[in-house]
């Protein structure tokens, strides 16, 4: 005959009767947040609190924890492109972002491409240079080091002689009281 056993005491709704098959919590509960260990898995444990942060919370009703990208220590989303942090000692300890705006990245290999400066030197993050440089030391259309010669603004415009970094402008765009 079939038989109907009550959930662990921490689900709502449940799988199995062990604290790991919950498949839903009680929000109102001691118990509301649903962590999972795998996106994918149909069941889980309910906690309190936050999710460790090695997961983030899903935006769903009820809260759900979800394990970050493989690549991520700590993270916004379950993509490789949504890493708050890297594994420092990990195969991939830089975080990439495309701005210094964005609040996650890439967790990637080595230094910085040429294309990116480095933000900060522990944990290692890279930021990508302004469209307009080629390198850079700063996201901002003054921080170019160079220029992409081959692109609409080939040419470093330096406001001051000795400027390590200046402004990309067109060719034959520099102020009268400069040499190209």
């Known amino acids: 005959p079939r038989v109907c056993i009550q959930c662990h005491s921490d689900c709502l709704t449940c799988s199995g009767d062990n604290p790991t098959d919950c498949t839903s919590c009680d929000t109102g509960g001691a118990t509301p947040t649903f962590y999972k260990t795998d996106f994918g898995d149909s069941s889980g444990t309910c906690t309190?609190?936050?999710c460790p942060t090695t997961h983030y919370e899903s935006t769903s009703s009820?809260?759900?924890?979800?394990?970050?990208?493989s690549d991520c220590l700590t993270c916004n989303g379950d993509n490789s492109t949504d890493c708050t942090s890297c594994?420092?000692?990990?195969?991939?300890?830089?975080?990439?972002k495309t701005d210094s705006s964005d609040s996650s990245g890439t967790c990637t290999t080595g230094a910085c491409p040429s294309t990116h400066y480095q933000l900060t030197s522990s944990p290692l993050v890279c930021i990508q240079c302004h469209s307009n440089c080629l390198?850079?030391?700063?996201?901002t259309t003054n921080?170019?080091?160079?220029?992409?010669?081959?692109?609409?603004?080939p040419v470093?415009?330096?406001?001051t002689n000795g400027a390590t970094r200046g402004t990309c402008t067109a060719a034959g765009?520099?102020?009268?009281?400069h040499y190209q």
């Open 48 to 50: 309190t609190g936050s």
């Open 62 to 69: 009820p809260r759900v924890c979800i394990q970050c990208h």
């Open 87 to 96: 594994n420092t000692s990990g195969a991939t300890p830089t975080l990439h």
């Open 135 to 139: 390198t850079c030391d700063g996201d």
């Open 143 to 153: 921080d170019c080091i160079t220029c992409n010669t081959s692109g609409a603004l």
């Open 156 to 159: 470093l415009y330096k406001a």
């Open 173 to 177: 765009g520099c102020p009268s009281n």
